[in-house]
């Protein structure tokens, strides 16, 4: 599959995601949910990876605030690397931010090239999760982190069907997996000191505020600019997902896990 195929996200989508969540970003939270599953880890000078930058918020956020060396995004889809490159130029962060589209698969680094590896609620896209685990171990320096927030499965079987409506409303390339497979696919791999932090209490309430600016002060703007029927099928989606967060069957979560020192 070629670079130039791969794309879930176009422009209105995109425009109406940082509508809601702010430049650069695509999940919900922006900065501060960045700098809280961060919590506690020396950034200062490191070489840091991001799977699945998406709009590069992320990226500029780490490289603005956090004092990293340098900092590499990477996605399969070319049209979002380009609104990356466009925001570094934007803030003048191009020495530190580097963009890369990938093809689906291993990642394409050598052992320990990283200090730290992140991800901001993009590991939902990546179906084998012990083989993700086993390779960001891989490209990990010896006590190294990873870092990441993500969309889990509140389930171990099949989704109810609120959670299904949801998930094909959306339209996208999930592949959820509980917390269970999480943490047995890190630990497999070889990481220590695992945390997993539940979301889910927090996003209910937040989908609600995000709702209201849909249907408020957002809905004008965004219906001029995107259309009207486009902006109400996105507020069907976030009716869906309230749901299934109610359910507890879509449960955004914090990720961490520690390479040893040694083996």
């Known amino acids: 599959?070629?670079?130039?195929?791969?794309?879930?996200?176009?422009?209105?989508?995109?425009?109406?995601?940082?509508?809601?969540?702010?430049?650069?970003?695509?999940?919900?939270?922006?900065?501060?949910?960045?700098?809280?599953?961060l919590d506690g880890i020396d950034l200062n000078g490191q070489s840091v990876l991001d799977i699945g930058c998406g709009l590069g918020g992320v990226d500029l956020h780490l490289a603005q605030h956090h004092d990293v060396a340098r900092v590499i995004g990477i996605d399969i889809d070319q049209a979002l690397i380009q609104r990356c490159d466009q925001l570094a130029e934007k803030y003048q962060a191009t020495e530190q931010l580097e963009f890369r589209c990938v093809e689906p698969g291993p990642l394409p680094f050598k052992a320990a090239s990283f200090g730290i590896v992140t991800s901001k609620d993009s590991i939902i896209h990546i179906t084998d999760k012990?083989?993700?685990?086993?390779?960001?171990?891989?490209?990990?320096?010896?006590?190294g982190w990873f870092a990441a927030s993500d969309w889990l499965a509140g389930y171990e079987d099949q989704p109810s069907a609120e959670m299904q409506a949801y998930i094909d409303a959306e339209g996208l390339d999930f592949n959820l997996a509980s917390a269970t497979i999480y943490a047995d696919a890190l630990q497999a791999a070889g990481f220590v000191d695992i945390g997993i932090v539940d979301r889910n209490q927090w996003y209910r309430q937040q989908a609600r505020v995000e709702r209201e600016q849909l249907t408020g002060a957002l809905s004008e703007g965004l219906a001029s600019n995107l259309g009207t029927d486009f902006l109400d099928?996105?507020?069907?989606?976030?009716?869906?997902?309230?749901?299934?967060?109610?359910?507890?069957?879509?449960?955004?979560?914090?990720?961490?896990a520690h390479k040893p020192l040694s083996p």
């Open 130 to 143: 012990q083989a993700l685990s086993q390779d960001i171990f891989r490209i990990l320096e010896p006590g």
């Open 233 to 256: 099928h996105q507020i069907d989606i976030w009716n869906k997902m309230i749901s299934a967060l109610d359910q507890g069957q879509l449960r955004p979560t914090h990720l961490r």
């Open 1 to 37: 599959m070629s670079e130039a195929t791969i794309q879930e996200y176009d422009e209105n989508l995109m425009a109406l995601l940082e509508a809601i969540w702010g430049e650069g970003f695509m999940s919900p939270g922006g900065t501060a949910e960045v700098d809280r599953y």
